[in-house]
């Protein structure tokens, strides 16, 4: 399998396209200024107990408070709260190996015997806002790194279940309980199996310090306040993903480029190479074609195979899926066997999109009826094997006897929207439009504003590949007199994601200029 990575930097946002195989598999789009990422540790102070949920609402500075739960507190809730006292009464870091653990709370205990109303916690974001719900909070604290997630008041060693061999487990458990410090915990990731002791200890003395010296600063933080920011989004989503398959990353921004770039060299420094800056006139998305597959994959109808199709509807809740075979053959004699290869193929996409689009809750699904138990079976195995590459915990049970399958698939964040359908951009919905004989003195009205009006030296005209290819014709071709009019900063580029009779004027920040 072949991976790339492609990440479009813009002004108030990033986007990150995971491609396999050439075909788009995951998306991100965060806001430059995102905050409330899951794994940020905050200083919160308790606003409301709830002894009916059993729960508390705590003030991390969101609009809504955050919600903690009593069994989401941790066994070792009291060792944490004797470290946060401590911590914000000392100046310089608290040793955590030398405290003195206190006797674990009752799993069975209630919410009041352990917090009141306005007492400091240090929490964890387990799950982003999602609609109207402020984040979901944990105090079972985490450092997660490449190889291992560090876990403070904690002193058990757990090895990823999906290291089959019992010997590695082994080895790897012993190798890591010889290293950890008192009152650590680990997890050993899936990534390192067959890692060797010099690299493991390198990267838990690393989280380790990465926890004192952000801790350290909890006397001058005033809660609600952050305490511990996860990595950069782009070196969280590589921590995880990284692997041998990957050939390629290309960042659109220098500055970016140089900070993945760095992050790789950190954990797997032969492969920094494979980062790459993207220089190119067209923007990154429409060189690689990216936009032309999101288009296609996040409308309400998906195509997957030979006319099938996929109609994908949300609830608050659950997602329903529903397969259809579209225009392929049913005639009687194979019903059966166009119903299996539709459900399979079908299980692929499925899988696809539920990673693309980050669908998280309950997902029904409504294959094809099959009256044969054993293509039942095949379709259920399919699903499992197509799912295995999802990093999200997820649940899959078999179809029922309606032909329906329910997953289940960890929410941590909001799902993925995209609009897909667009009013047109040339009438604004009106249904006509100025002649087209005009639309070249329209550009160049606007081109005119933004050097004379505005004064900028250099600007980029973005326009329809259409209207690109016309604007170049010829010699001298409009661009070029338009140089030689008013500046010859300018540069005209195309861009798919356009509408016929659209354009935009942005500086060299790829900002866009307010002609209005």
């Known amino acids: ?194 890692k060797q002791a010099a690299e493991l200890d390198k990267e838990l003395r690393t989280l380790v310090k990465r926890w004192e010296e952000n801790t350290a600063k909890i006397k001058d933080v005033k809660a609600p306040g952050l305490v511990v920011g996860e990595i950069g989004r782009t070196s969280a989503l590589l921590r995880d993903i990284l692997n041998p398959t990957f050939n390629s990353i290309f960042v659109n921004n220098e500055e970016v480029c140089s900070e993945i770039k760095d992050y790789v060299g950190l954990i797997a420094p032969d492969r920094q190479k494979i980062v790459k800056h993207y220089k190119g006139g067209a923007p990154i998305f429409d060189q690689f074609q990216i936009h032309r597959q999101i288009k296609a994959l996040f409308g309400t109808t998906v195509s997957f195979k030979s006319g099938a199709y996929l109609i994908i509807e949300h609830t608050e809740a659950l997602h329903v899926i529903d397969v259809n075979s579209g225009n392929r053959s049913k005639s009687a004699s194979n019903q059966e066997n166009n119903a299996l290869e539709v459900n399979l193929a079908a299980a692929d996409e499925i899988a696809r999109q539920l990673r693309l689009r980050d669908m998280g809750g309950i997902i029904v699904v409504d294959f094809i009826d099959m009256q044969n138990n054993e293509n039942r079976q095949k379709v259920f195995e399919k699903m499992k094997q197509a799912m295995a590459s999802d990093r999200t915990k997820h649940n899959i049970l078999p179809l029922s006897k309606f032909g329906l399958m329910q997953i289940t698939r960890q929410r941590v964040r909001p799902e993925m929207h995209i609009q897909t359908t667009e009013s047109c951009p040339t009438c604004n919905g009106t249904g006509t439009i100025q002649p087209a004989i005009f639309w070249p003195k329209v550009l160049e009205d606007a081109v005119k504003k933004a050097v004379q009006a505005l004064k900028m030296k250099k600007l980029i005209l973005k326009v329809h590949p259409i209207v690109y290819a016309y604007l170049k014709k010829g010699f001298p071709s409009k661009v070029l007199r338009w140089k030689f009019k008013y500046t010859h900063g300018l540069k005209v580029m195309p861009s798919d994601s356009l509408g016929f009779l659209e354009f935009k004027i942005v500086d060299n920040e790829d900002n866009e200029v307010d002609l209005s």
């Open 1 to 194: 399998m072949n991976a790339e990575l492609f990440v479009d930097v813009a002004p108030d946002h990033l986007s990150m396209a995971l491609l396999e195989d050439k075909r788009l598999v995951e998306l991100r789009k965060e806001k430059s200024n995102v905050q409330f990422a899951v794994g940020d540790i905050y200083l919160g102070r308790v606003k409301k107990i709830m002894p009916g949920l059993n729960a508390a609402f705590i003030d991390v500075g969101y609009e809504k408070d955050a919600f903690l739960h009593y069994l989401d507190l941790g066994p070792q809730f009291r060792s944490l709260q004797k470290f946060l006292n401590i911590a914000s009464n000392k100046k310089g870091v608290v040793a955590l190996h030398k405290l003195k653990p206190e006797p674990d709370i009752n799993k069975n205990g209630t919410i009041p015997e352990v917090l009141t109303a306005g007492q400091n916690v240090l929490v964890q974001v387990a799950k982003e806002p999602i609609s109207t719900k402020g984040p979901r909070l944990t105090s079972e604290l985490s450092i997660a790194g490449r190889n291992l997630v560090l876990l403070p008041f904690s002193d058990k060693v757990s090895v990823s279940q999906k290291i089959s061999s019992a010997e590695e487990r082994s080895r790897l458990k012993r190798l890591v309980t010889s290293i950890k410090p008192k009152n650590y915990g680990v997890i050993i990731r899936t990534v390192a199996e067959g």
